[in-house]
């Protein structure tokens, strides 16, 4: 019988995060009152972090297959098979509460947990992205958490060496209590060589590597399972304090093991530290866990059970080797100034069983801490649909070209060079298209392939309209992945949503799923990785919904692409893709006219894909190689960043005939491209559309140093990359 | 040419090197910290960017005092030539073997860009595939390339013409705007009394293909390689 020295009090559960009824649970499962170490445990395995409760039965809904899928979630990362016997391993996740209380170590171990994901799995990182978004510029706290989470990032993907080649900023009032850090890391392995989590054979070592277990991130993911008040920043001690340093030493060290062959299963230790990490490999093998705390490497003297079980100290990893490999294994590590630690054992009794100082401190039943974990259908309303705005019932309040200025100098449409700048986004040598298209490309070892990498979502659209919402997340990341002359391949997601236990955030979570599933289904875009972030709100104020997409696609020859830059004058310029002037929702509508109105534009897949494979299939056969799609701001914003990206401008003259200009130039209507190709090609071009019944029109013509909108309305490139360019650091430098 | 890469733990651009000196020509070979000797036939020891030890403490101060720096410091004594590229850089000042330091930049933010750099001579074993004169298009990556020194040194720097690089714009003026860090004198690489020893913060070896930026950076790999001969 288990000793119980601390009396379990309904205070005590409470604390532990977890509600009357999944403690009684609890109790039924064990049959007993459970001790401290297991509270905390089963606090960590059943909090909505880990166990998914109020996601599970949604999240079944996506489709995750398809002939290239090697892993789909469930594991580390997702895996996908690039042809060539290589494979790419991907992933995002969130690190939102640490990194509003903590910014840069919350973001920086943001970083590290997602690249351990990966290379755990056995791939090198070769890429990561991100995807931020902040309160609203104005709010005082803002500019402290740019500045924190920006060198966070940077600081850990610089010194792990890992170029940083992709993501997005943003700012909204409904992020000013909760920001959102969501980081990606994108690996390389063959497709021969992955590793997994799941245990083998009874009696095998259990081993223990990388860095000293210390008291940091205790709870951690229950934080990240609750919402915030204003007594949040008293939680700073769980957040953790990363090492990259440490990091990049623990990468060489677990793929010089794993050529070794010594390595059975293999699991970081992320949220909820060795707990999770030993009872995942546990289950998913079938087999029993015995550790002992007394071998485990400490950083802090005392540690009682309890804390060891809950620690998310960084940049530690748990192994079953083959037995009689430890000797090896250890070499391996110490060669690298590495901890190693036998701690434990796989068992046939399907106990997690926990000792420490001679005794049992837990003695669980394994499967049913993942299998049993409480699973929620919560109830939720649907969102309300807005009305249609139509073209004509917005006046516009100012010049086109005038909206056009004010928009590439706001917050959200600037530059974000400042951003960017801070990550060494050049090292490996493979970056073949940096921060500011549409997607990075990086090029896969010496080539010829190369991957097309990108971060997307409109978060604006998804509170407006779960449901197409959710579609265009997933349309624009293949969009963009497109754009650059990518083959889309999967997805991984980032679901960062409001308290599920409000009806109306958790219809924003059901419709947002439905959108994602039935965009992945048409596109052939499956989600083979993600992460569920619920209880994004603060003092009862929800963030946006904002399902963040992580889009991978394929060049199969890496010289064959296209950029945004226009990159020649007096070529034409065209438009592929149907244009009705939606305004609802739009950038021009919020931030030129002061209304956040309106149903946003609906996302025809059919049409998207048909639209999106003419594009891929003109880059590819060298007709084409400036390529912007049309997001947020419409066919002008896509001209503006093409002329500030060449340097060269433009005179657009066809003018429209059956709407107002301002919904023409600034309408956000989906599944559109702009184009620039040579006058010959563009001839072709518009014939092969036309053939297809895809609508394509003549804008303009590239040249001159001024973007001529119709109307002789000129702005000159200069003007407008002076305003592009100004607003970030002169807000950070607190000039703005 | 024969070419020896130290690998210290927390070195990252090992990898990036290797490819462009085996891309201009040279042998080039990884020699992990702990070696008491460089590979039999070295021509030219390179020292790695990215972050030794973490720089947990002062850049390179640890890495300057790894067990391999001996061989190191005796190849120089020799001439033998050495390159150091940013960490490496930071590394060969703690290691004596260049003078000055590299402080934070001075935005004291970590900054990667593609710079312009002003050749200063090109009758060194590093520079003699440039012009003098010429601006190359190589890149930065570093929280700390200020480069900083006593105006004694600063002074016998620029007399003796040790000064290797200055950041500048394309057409090779060196202006204020141009040295984002804030090096004095908008150092961005200096040689030893016997220009052997080459410091530097850019990255050269980034720059090496059109599909990744360019080749700027190759001349600088060509002309080492051009003094020893091809690898067989």
């Given at each position: 019988m288990i000793r119980n020295d601390v009396a379990i009090t309904p205070e005590l559960v409470k604390e532990h995060g977890l509600k009357p009824d999944e403690y009684e649970r609890f109790v039924k499962l064990i049959g007993r009152e459970p001790t401290i170490t297991e509270l905390g445990i089963v606090s960590a395995m059943w909090n909505e972090h880990c166990s998914y409760k109020s996601s599970r039965i949604h999240l079944r809904g996506l489709p995750t297959k398809a002939p290239w899928v090697i892993q789909g979630p469930g594991e580390n990362a997702g895996v996908i098979d690039i042809g060539d016997g290589l494979a790419c391993i991907f992933k995002m996740e969130s690190h939102n509460h640490p990194s509003f209380i903590e910014p840069y170590q919350g973001a920086a171990t943001g970083v590290g947990g997602i690249l351990r994901d990966v290379f755990t799995m056995g791939a090198r990182p070769i890429a990561a992205l991100n995807f931020l978004r902040f309160g609203e510029p104005d709010h005082p706290k803002t500019p402290h958490l740019v500045s924190g989470v920006v060198a966070g990032i940077g600081g850990y993907g610089n010194s792990f060496g890992v170029p940083t080649v992709g993501g997005s900023v943003g700012f909204d009032k409904?992020?000013?209590g909760n920001i959102l850090v969501n980081a990606m890391a994108v690996g390389l392995a063959r497709t021969d060589e992955i590793w997994y989590a799941k245990a083998t054979g009874v009696g095998n070592p259990i081993v223990y590597l990388g860095s000293k277990t210390g008291r940091d991130g205790i709870h951690g993911a229950t934080m990240a399972s609750a919402e915030f008040d204003?007594?949040?920043?008293?939680?700073?001690?769980?957040v953790q304090v990363g090492d990259p340093f440490a990091e990049k030493l623990l990468l060489e060290a677990c793929l010089e093991l794993m050529k070794s062959g010594a390595v059975i299963a293999i699991q970081d230790m992320?949220?909820?530290g060795l707990t999770s990490s030993a009872v995942e490999m546990g289950a998913k093998g079938n087999l029993g866990v015995e550790l002992d705390l007394d071998k485990v490497p400490c950083r802090e003297e005392g540690m009682t059970a309890y804390e060891m079980m809950l620690?998310?100290?960084?940049e530690r990893m748990l192994m079953v080797l083959k037995p009689g490999m430890e000797k090896e294994a250890e070499a391996i590590f110490h060669k690298w100034g590495l901890d190693f630690a036998v701690i434990g054992k796989t068992t046939d009794t399907l106990r997690f069983v926990i000792k420490h100082e001679g005794e049992v401190k837990a003695d669980l039943p394994i499967k049913e801490l993942g299998d049993e974990a409480p699973l929620y259908d919560r109830p939720w309303v649907e969102s309300p649909k807005r009305p249609v705005i139509t073209p004509e019932s917005v006046k516009a309040p100012m010049s086109e070209a005038e909206a056009l200025l004010k928009l590439v100098g706001s917050p959200d449409q600037c530059s974000k060079r400042w951003v960017w700048e801070q990550y060494d986004h050049l090292i490996l040598g493979n970056t073949v298209q940096t921060p500011g298209g549409d997607a990075a490309i990086v090029r896969v070892e010496d080539g010829p392939k190369g991957l097309a990498l990108t971060t997307d979502v409109t978060p604006r659209y998804c509170e407006a309209d779960p449901f197409e919402g959710g579609k265009q997340a997933v349309a624009e990341a293949w969009r963009n992945i497109t754009a650059v002359g990518g083959l889309p391949l999967a997805i991984t997601d980032n679901l960062n949503f409001a308290s599920p236990e409000r009806p109306e955030s958790m219809g924003q979570f059901v419709g947002c799923l439905k959108g994602i599933g039935e965009a992945c289904k048409v596109l052939d875009f499956p989600v083979v990785s993600g992460n569920v972030s619920l209880y994004n709100e603060t003092n009862g104020q929800g963030i946006l919904p904002t399902p963040a997409i992580g889009g991978v696609g394929v060049l199969d020859d890496v010289t064959v692409n296209a950029s945004v830059a226009f990159k020649a004058e007096g070529q034409a310029i065209i438009l592929i893709g149907a244009t009705a002037g939606w305004l609802g929702q739009s950038i021009y509508l919020r931030d030129v006219c002061g209304r956040e109105e309106g149903a946003p534009p609906p996302v025809d897949l059919v049409t998207e894909k048909r639209n999106g494979d003419f594009i891929r299939q003109l880059i590819r056969s060298g007709q084409v190689k400036t390529v912007h799609d049309c997001s947020d701001g419409g066919i002008a914003l896509s001209l503006a960043e093409m002329a500030m990206a060449g340097g060269i401008g433009a005179e657009i003259t066809a003018v429209p005939e059956n709407m107002p200009l301002h919904a023409f130039l600034f309408g956000e209507d989906q599944a559109r491209y702009v184009i620039a190709a040579d006058e010959d090609a563009a001839a072709d071009i518009l014939y092969a559309a036309g053939a297809q019944g895809i609508p394509a029109v003549t804008l303009g013509v590239t040249g001159g140093d001024s973007l001529i909108l119709p109307g002789k309305q000129a702005i000159s490139v200069k003007q407008l990359k002076s305003a592009h360019e100004a607003w970030l650091p002169e807000y950070m430098t607190g000039k703005s | 040419m024969k070419s020896a890469v130290i690998v210290f733990p927390g070195s990252n651009r090992e990898g990036d090197m290797v490819r462009a000196l085996k891309l201009a020509g040279s042998d080039a070979q990884k020699v992990w910290h702990a070696e008491t000797e460089l590979p039999k036939g070295t021509d030219l020891v390179v020292l790695p960017g990215g972050f030794s030890y973490g720089d947990y403490l002062r850049c390179g101060a640890i890495a300057g005092r790894a067990t391999v720096m001996d061989a190191v410091r005796a190849h120089a004594a020799r001439g033998g030539l050495v390159l150091g590229v940013c960490n490496g850089f930071q590394i060969l000042c703690e290691a004596g073997l260049l003078p000055g330091i590299l402080m934070r930049n001075a935005n004291l933010k970590f900054i990667c860009h593609r710079q312009f750099l002003k050749v200063e001579r090109n009758d060194t074993a590093f520079t003699k595939n440039y012009a003098k004169g010429q601006a190359i298009d190589v890149c930065v990556a570093h929280g700390e390339g200020n480069y900083t020194a006593d105006a004694e040194t600063l002074k016998r720097l620029e007399g003796d013409g040790l000064v290797a690089f200055r950041y500048s714009d394309a057409h090779g003026n060196v202006t204020a705007d141009a040295n984002r860090n804030g090096s004095m004198n908008s150092i961005a690489g200096i040689y030893s009394d016997k220009l052997n020893v080459l410091g530097m913060m850019?990255?050269?070896?980034?720059?090496?293909?059109d599909l990744v930026?360019?080749?700027?950076?190759r001349g600088l790999f060509e002309s080492l390689v051009s003094s020893f001969g091809k690898a067989a």
């Open positions: 409904r992020y000013n204003d007594a949040s920043e008293e939680k700073r001690p769980t992320g949220a909820a620690s998310e100290s960084q | 850019p990255h050269p070896e980034n720059l090496i293909e930026g360019g080749t700027d950076g």
